[in-house]
C-alpha cells in the first residue's frame, strides 16, 4: 500500500486488516468517505440521504469493539445502501415521489445482518423508481451520472446502470467500500458491468426479503457491490441467511464466500451458451468474451459449448411476470398508511390521484402491462404462458449444470450509454437486460466482474453463473477471471482524483 | 312439500348456495403473529405485515393449517395434500395490501357434505364444495364522523375458513338448517366460535330463482354478510320474491352483490363494487405450494372429538332417545355433555324430558348456558333421583328444582354459579333434600290419608260422581286434580289413580 | 391482441390511476408496442410444460401459533396522512 493511497482507495479486505492493525481508525474512514460524498456527491447525485450522525456513532461504536479485540467481519467498513432498503428512522423512499414522507419502523433482515457484523452506514443511494429500469433515469430524484468517462467525449453525461446507480456509482467513485443493491432483471450486474465493479445476484432465496421494499417478488435478489471478487464475498457472506421471516428464504447454511475465492478451478468446466449474443452488439464484447474463456482455460478449465435454447425469450418473459407481480405489490401505495396523499372527492379519487401524482412513468406503465396481463381474459394467454417459458428457461440452466460447473457469457451487450440514449421507446431500454434476466427468472446465482475497457475507455463486465447455492464455486471462477483479466483502471471521477 | 313462492304467473323454486366465512379460532393471525381476540383497542392488534408495510411478507401459521384440515375431516370432505395461496387483487379501505391472500384454484379442502334435519323431521345432505383459507379484511366505521371514514386493521389478517355450499338449498328452513348444523360442526371441532353477532361467522347467500322442473340455474345474486341465522332466512324470501317480481315483469334478474337491510325485510344493491369481478387471481410469490404430510392428517383425523351426526346416532342407539330429543341435545358439546353426566346411571328418557324442557327453558329465561348453569348436573340429578325414590313426585320436583335454581340466583349465590368449571358438576352445593324438608314437599304415600281423602272428594261431588259412572270417563282428570289439590299436589299419583278407580267404579 | 383507449381505461381504474387523454393516448401506443414485442412467446412450444412460479426450492414452512407481533398502534400510525384518534381517516365510503 503507497503512502499516497487514500483511505477512500482501499479495498474491504484492506480496510479491515488496517482497522485491525491500528493503521487508522474507523473513524477516520468513515470521516474520509464523508468527505468525498460531499465533494462529490452534488454532481453524481448517488446519495440521496447521508447520515453523517448516525455513520460518526456507527464508527465510533466500531473504535470501542476494535479496541477489545472484536473480530466482526465487517466492523468500522462503511457502506452505501440501496433506497429500497427499509433502515429504522432513516427516510426509505424507493426512488419515488409516493415514498418521499416514508421513515420505516424496521430494519431490513439483510441491512440488519451487515448491522450485526459491524458495518457502518454512509447512507442511502439513489435508484431507478421502484427497481424499474436499467439506466437510473427513472428516479424521482434525479438521474445518477457514471463516474467513467468516455475517453473521446468527457462532456456526455454517462448513465452507470440501473436500477441499483446509485449504489454502483458511489462503490465506484470511492463514495463507499461496498454498497448494497437488488437485482430483478439485472440490477445489480448491469450497473456493475457499466461502472466496472464487481456485483452479485446470489440464489433466489439466498438472502431474505424481509425489509426489502418488493418490486417483483419472485424475481428481487438482493446482493453486494464491490470492488474486487474477495470484497463481495465477505459481504454476502454477511448479508446472506435464512430468515424465518421470509417464507421463501433458504433454508441452507452460508459456506465460507472468501475461503472460496482461493479455491483453484482447474478441472472445473465452464460451458459457454452460444445465444448470448445480441443484434448490434459491440465486437468488443464479443472479443472480451473470448478473452475470458482464453483465461480460464489457461488456470486449468475445461472448456464446454452449451445451448440455453430459450434465452432469447427471457426478456419477453420477464416483462410478462415483473410488472405482473409489480402491479399487485403496489397496490399497497394508497396514500392510507403512509407515503404521499393527494386528497379526493371520495376513496376512488383519493387512490386514482395518489397513485397518479407519486407513480412516474415507467412504474405507471408497467402497473399498467402487469394488470392487464392478470385481468380477466388474458391471464392464460400471458402470466400463464410466460411461467411455463420461464420454467424451460430454468431447465435449459439445470440441462447445462449437468454438463458444466459454470457458464461464462457478458454481462450487457454495450457499454454504459449517456443520459438521453435508448430513450426513444421503453423496449430499447429493456434490451439491456437481455443477459441478465435469465438467471433472474431461473433463480440461479450470477455475478459479474470488470474485463476490461471498451475502445472508449469503458469498463465492460463478464458474467459467471453457476448452480442454485454453488456461490462458491462462482466466486472461484470470478477470482480467477480477476486475478487474469488485471483491471486497474479508475474511474475519472472518484474521491481524491 | 317442496317449498314454492307464489308470484303473479304462478310457482316458483328458489336455488341457494351459503358461502360463510367462519373465522378461525386461534391465537395469532394466520399470516403474521398479532393477536386474534375479539374486542381490543383499534389499531393494537395490528402488525406491520397487517398494515402492509413496504416490504413485509406473510408467514403461514400452522395452527390455521390444523383448524382447516379439522374441519374439512368434520365436514367429510377430502383434503387437498398440496394446495396454493392465490392474491385476489382490488382496492378498498379495510384491505391495506390492495389484495387478499385467499386460494382459488387448488383450496386446501375439497368436496364434502352436511347433513341437515328440516323442519318436517326429514334430513337431507347439502353438499360442500370446497373450503379454503384466506384472510379476514379489516373494520371500516362509517358512523364517527361526518365526512370521513375510520379505518381499524385489528381484524385484517386473521384466518377465515370460506366454506362453500353447493347451491342443494331449497328453502329458507334449509338454509337455516344448513347454518345451525355447519355452526355446530365448528364449535364442536373448535375451529370457529359460529358468533354471528360478534362477526366470527358470516354467511353470504347466493339466490336464484326457476321454475318447477326447470333445467339449469337461472342468474343468482349474492347476499352479503348476513350475520344472523335469522336474516339468512329471511333474505332467502326477501331476494327470491324480489327476483320473481324482476321476472314476472318480463326484466332479467342482473347479476349483483347486495346487502340485506333487515329493517325494512329486503335486499338493497351494494353501492360500489364496479369492475369488483376482476380479481386478477394470480399464485402469491411471496409464499410456496403447503404441502400435507398424509401421517399428520391421519393423526389430526383420529384426535377428534365424536361430532354431532355420529354423538346424535349413540344418543339414539344407547339411550332410546328420539331423533328429535337427540337432535336438540347435541346441538351442542356442552348440553350433551351435561345430559350424559345426568343420564349415567339414571333413566335416560325420563333425563332427556327433563333437560330439553325445564331446564332448557330456564337456561333461556336466565340468559345462561349450560357453561354456566344455575344448577350443575349433579345438583339436577339428585333431584331426580328424589323422584325415582319415591321421596317426591314428578309434579312437585318441578317445583323443587324452581326453588333450587332461585336459591343458587340469589345475589350471595350467584357467584358460585357464574363461573363454572368442568369440576363442579360433580359437587352438589344445594341439596334438594333440604328444600324438600324444608318446604315440607315430601310425597304423600300414606294410603289411609290418601283414601280418606279421596273418599271426601267423592262426597263432596256426587254429581259428577254419577255423571262419571254413567259414562263421562274424562271426569277422572277432575278427581285426579281435586285429590292433588287436597294434598298440595304431593300424593303419590300411582296411588291416587288406584284409589281414584276402585271408589269410582 | 390490440388495446384501444376504452380498454386502456378500464385497466387504469383497476389499477387506480388516474389518467388524461393525453396520457392515455400515450400508453395505447407504448403499450401495444410492449404487448407487440411479447408475442414472442407463442412461437414457444409450452405443450406438457408446468408453469413456475418462483425459483424458490422448498415447501411452505409453518410457524407456531403464538402471539409474537402487533401491540404498537403508535408506530402503526406513525406514517398516515390522516391519523385521527387510533384510526386511519378516509373519505367517507357509502356502501
Redesign the interface.
Known amino acids: 500500500m503507497s503512502s499516497a493511497t487514500e483511505l477512500t482507495d482501499l479495498t474491504i479486505v484492506q480496510g479491515r486488516d488496517g482497522l485491525r492493525a491500528k493503521a487508522f481508525t474507523a473513524v477516520d474512514l468513515t470521516l474520509a468517505h464523508l468527505h468525498a460524498i460531499e465533494a462529490l456527491n452534488p454532481r453524481l447525485n448517488a446519495y440521496l440521504s447521508v447520515g453523517h450522525a448516525q455513520a460518526m456513532e456507527q464508527a465510533r461504536a466500531a473504535d470501542a469493539a476494535l479496541a477489545q479485540g472484536d473480530m466482526r467481519p465487517l466492523l468500522g467498513i462503511p457502506l452505501a445502501i440501496k433506497d429500497l432498503f427499509c433502515t429504522t428512522g432513516v427516510r426509505t423512499t424507493e426512488g419515488s415521489k409516493i415514498l418521499m414522507p416514508f421513515v420505516p419502523p424496521y430494519e431490513s433482515t439483510v441491512t440488519a445482518n451487515l448491522l450485526r457484523d459491524g458495518a457502518v452506514f454512509l447512507g442511502k443511494t439513489n435508484m431507478d423508481e421502484f427497481a424499474m429500469g436499467s439506466s437510473n433515469m427513472t428516479s424521482y430524484y434525479g438521474p445518477v451520472e457514471n463516474p467513467w468517462k468516455r475517453r473521446q467525449d468527457a462532456t456526455a453525461v454517462l448513465v452507470p446502470g440501473g436500477s441499483s446507480g446509485g449504489s454502483a456509482a458511489a462503490v465506484a467513485a470511492r463514495l463507499a467500500m461496498g454498497g448494497t443493491g437488488t437485482d430483478t432483471g439485472g440490477s445489480i450486474r448491469q450497473p456493475a458491468s457499466f461502472c466496472g465493479l464487481v456485483g452479485v445476484k446470489p440464489t433466489y432465496g439466498r438472502c431474505s426479503r424481509w425489509g426489502v421494499v418488493a418490486f417483483a417478488s419472485s424475481l428481487d435478489h438482493p446482493g453486494p457491490f464491490a470492488r474486487t471478487v474477495r470484497d463481495c464475498a465477505i459481504l454476502l457472506g454477511s448479508m446472506a441467511g435464512h430468515d424465518p421471516k421470509d417464507s421463501t428464504s433458504a433454508d441452507v447454511p452460508v459456506p465460507d464466500y472468501e475461503a472460496a475465492c482461493e479455491r483453484p478451478i482447474k478441472g472445473l468446466r465452464i460451458g459457454v451458451p452460444r445465444e448470448y449474443r445480441a443484434d448490434g452488439m459491440p465486437g468488443e464484447i464479443e472479443a472480451l468474451w473470448q478473452r475470458g474463456v482464453a483465461w480460464l482455460r489457461d488456470a486449468g478449465a475445461e472448456i464446454v459449448d452449451v445451448s440455453l435454447p430459450h434465452t432469447k425469450y427471457g426478456l419477453a418473459t420477464y416483462y410478462i411476470i415483473a410488472p405482473a407481480e409489480a402491479s399487485s405489490n403496489l397496490a399497497r401505495y394508497d396514500g392510507v398508511r403512509f407515503g404521499l396523499r393527494e386528497d379526493g372527492e371520495d376513496l376512488r379519487d383519493l387512490y386514482e390521484r395518489t397513485r397518479a401524482a407519486g407513480f412516474g412513468a415507467e412504474v405507471r406503465r408497467r402497473i399498467m402491462i402487469g394488470t392487464y396481463v392478470l385481468s380477466a381474459g388474458y391471464y392464460d394467454a400471458y402470466y400463464l404462458r410466460a411461467q411455463k417459458v420461464r420454467a424451460l428457461i430454468m431447465r435449459d440452466f439445470t440441462e447445462a449444470f449437468a454438463k458444466v460447473d459454470a457458464l461464462l457469457t457478458p454481462t450487457a451487450p454495450s457499454a454504459a450509454f449517456a443520459q438521453g440514449e435508448k430513450m426513444d421507446d421503453p423496449i430499447t431500454m429493456y434490451l439491456n437486460d437481455l443477459f441478465t434476466v435469465p438467471a433472474d427468472l431461473a433463480g440461479v446465482p450470477a455475478m459479474s466482474v470488470p474485463g476490461g475497457l471498451d475502445a472508449d475507455g469503458l469498463p465492460l463486465g463478464l458474467q459467471i453463473i453457476a448452480r442454485p447455492f454453488d456461490e462458491a464455486t462462482m466466486f472461484a471462477v470470478a477470482a480467477a477471471l480477476e486475478r487474469a483479466a488485471g483491471f486497474v483502471a479508475l474511474p475519472t471521477l472518484r474521491a481524491g482524483g | 312439500m317442496a317449498y314454492a313462492l307464489q308470484g303473479r304467473t304462478g310457482s316458483w323454486e328458489v336455488v341457494v348456495g351459503l358461502e360463510v366465512h367462519a373465522q378461525v379460532v ?3 393471525k394466520l399470516f ?4 386474534t381476540a375479539f374486542g381490543a ?25 390444523e383448524q382447516a384440515v379439522r374441519t374439512g375431516l368434520g365436514l367429510n370432505a377430502a383434503i387437498n395434500k398440496v394446495s396454493r395461496f392465490d ?1 385476489k ?1 382490488y ?1 378498498y ?1 379495510d384491505l ?4 387478499q391472500i385467499s386460494q382459488y384454484e387448488h383450496p386446501i379442502v375439497g368436496k364434502g357434505e352436511i347433513e341437515i334435519e328440516c323442519a318436517d323431521g326429514s334430513t337431507k345432505m347439502v353438499g360442500v364444495t370446497r373450503l379454503h383459507l384466506e384472510q379476514d379484511a379489516g373494520k ?3 358512523d ?10 385489528n381484524r385484517a389478517g386473521v384466518a377465515l375458513m370460506e366454506i362453500v355450499s353447493e347451491p342443494d338449498i331449497r328453502s329458507p328452513d334449509e338454509a337455516g338448517a344448513y347454518l345451525r348444523k355447519l355452526r355446530s360442526i365448528l364449535r364442536y371441532l373448535g375451529t370457529c366460535d359460529g358468533n354471528m353477532e360478534e362477526g366470527s361467522m358470516r354467511a353470504d347467500v347466493n339466490v336464484s330463482v326457476r321454475k318447477p322442473g326447470e333445467a339449469g340455474y337461472r342468474t343468482r345474486c349474492e347476499v352479503k354478510n348476513v350475520n344472523s341465522v335469522r336474516f339468512a332466512m329471511h333474505a332467502v324470501e326477501a331476494e327470491a320474491l324480489r327476483q320473481i317480481e324482476v321476472w314476472e315483469s318480463g326484466a332479467e334478474v342482473q347479476q349483483e352483490t347486495r ?1 340485506f337491510d333487515s329493517n325494512r325485510g329486503v335486499t338493497r344493491a ?3 363494487k364496479e ?1 369488483a ?2 380479481y ?4 402469491d ?7 400435507l404430510d398424509q401421517a399428520w392428517i391421519d393423526d389430526l383425523r383420529v384426535h377428534l372429538p365424536e361430532l354431532p351426526d355420529a354423538k346424535k346416532a349413540r344418543f339414539m342407539r344407547d339411550y332410546g332417545l328420539s331423533a328429535y330429543d337427540a337432535g336438540v341435545l347435541v346441538a351442542e358439546q356442552t348440553s350433551a355433555l351435561f345430559y350424559e353426566t345426568v343420564a349415567k346411571g339414571r333413566d335416560p328418557k325420563v333425563v332427556a324430558n327433563w333437560v330439553t324442557g325445564d331446564f332448557f327453558a330456564i337456561l333461556n329465561k336466565l340468559g345462561r348456558t349450560f357453561e354456566n348453569p344455575p344448577i350443575n348436573a349433579a345438583e339436577l340429578g339428585a333431584i331426580l333421583d328424589l323422584i325415582k325414590d319415591g321421596t317426591i313426585n314428578g309434579k312437585i320436583a318441578k317445583s323443587v328444582f324452581e326453588e333450587m335454581v332461585g336459591r343458587a340466583m340469589a345475589p350471595i349465590n350467584v357467584s358460585l354459579t357464574e363461573n363454572l368449571s368442568p369440576s363442579d358438576s360433580f359437587s352438589i352445593r344445594i341439596d334438594p333434600l333440604t328444600i324438600v324438608d324444608e318446604m315440607g314437599y315430601r310425597q304423600l304415600t300414606d294410603t289411609g290419608v290418601i283414601d280418606a281423602t279421596v273418599d271426601k272428594i267423592i262426597a263432596a261431588n256426587q254429581d259428577k260422581v254419577a255423571e262419571f259412572r254413567s259414562g263421562k270417563d274424562k271426569l277422572f282428570g277432575f278427581f285426579v286434580g281435586q285429590v292433588m289439590k287436597a294434598t298440595q299436589g304431593k300424593a303419590n299419583p300411582a296411588l291416587v289413580n288406584e284409589t281414584l278407580k276402585r271408589r269410582l267404579t | 391482441m390490440a388495446l384501444d383507449p376504452a380498454t386502456v381505461r378500464r385497466i387504469a381504474t383497476l389499477a387506480r390511476i388516474r389518467m388524461d387523454d393525453a396520457e392515455v393516448t400515450t400508453l395505447v401506443g407504448e403499450l401495444n408496442s410492449i404487448l407487440g414485442w411479447i408475442e414472442q412467446l407463442n412461437e414457444v412450444d409450452i405443450s406438457g410444460v408446468d408453469p413456475l412460479t418462483g425459483s424458490a426450492h422448498m415447501a411452505l414452512t409453518m410457524r407456531e401459533d403464538v402471539v409474537t407481533d402487533g401491540g404498537y398502534p403508535d408506530a402503526i400510525l406513525f406514517n398516515a396522512p390522516d391519523r385521527i384518534g387510533d384510526f386511519f381517516a378516509v373519505p367517507k365510503v357509502v356502501e
Open positions: 386461534s391465537e395469532s403474521s403473529g398479532a393477536a383497542e383499534p389499531n393494537t392488534q395490528v402488525s406491520f405485515v397487517d398494515a402492509a408495510f413496504p416490504g413485509m411478507l406473510p408467514v403461514i401459521n400452522r395452527a390455521c393449517v392474491r387483487n382496492f379501505a391495506p395490501a390492495g389484495y371500516s366505521l362509517h364517527q364522523h361526518p365526512t370521513k371514514s375510520f379505518i381499524d386493521l346487502l351494494m353501492r360500489s369492475d369481478h376482476d386478477r387471481y394470480f399464485p410469490p411471496d409464499l410456496l405450494p403447503l404441502v
